[in-house]
Nanobody, 115 residues
């Protein structure tokens, strides 16, 4: 069974930082592309970015220069480092991967950026 468990969300002031983690079990983690998405209140889910098995990263325009995705294959964990956070970054953040043609999602972690 594939499980993705996010953690690290919380309340942060504008300009602050958070690091989200997503631990994966049930997959050959080092071979998987891992993705981060978010869903803001009243909006559709959108891609934040991803990291391939080779460690190549891709980011949505809003994330470039502020967010960094990394992975630790030993810990089977993918990270999303978020800096210079803005109120519009408030959302539930999800990690995602696919295995054997199936999509898998974590339960999400809430990030709230507010003063």
């Amino acid at each position: 069974q594939v499980y993705l468990v996010e953690s690290g969300g919380g309340l942060v002031q504008p300009g602050g930082s958070l690091r989200l983690s997503c631990k994966a079990t049930g997959i050959n983690f080092r071979l998987n592309t891992m993705r981060w998405y978010r869903r803001a209140p009243g909006k559709q889910r959108e891609s934040v970015g991803n990291i391939t098995s080779d460690g190549v990263t891709n980011y949505a325009d809003f994330a470039k220069g502020r967010f960094t995705i990394s992975r630790d294959n030993v810990r089977r964990t993918v990270y999303l480092q978020m800096n210079s956070l803005k109120p519009e970054d408030t959302a539930v953040y999800y990690c995602n991967t696919d295995s054997r043609s199936r999509d898998f999602w974590g339960q999400g972690t809430q990030v709230t950026v507010s003063s």
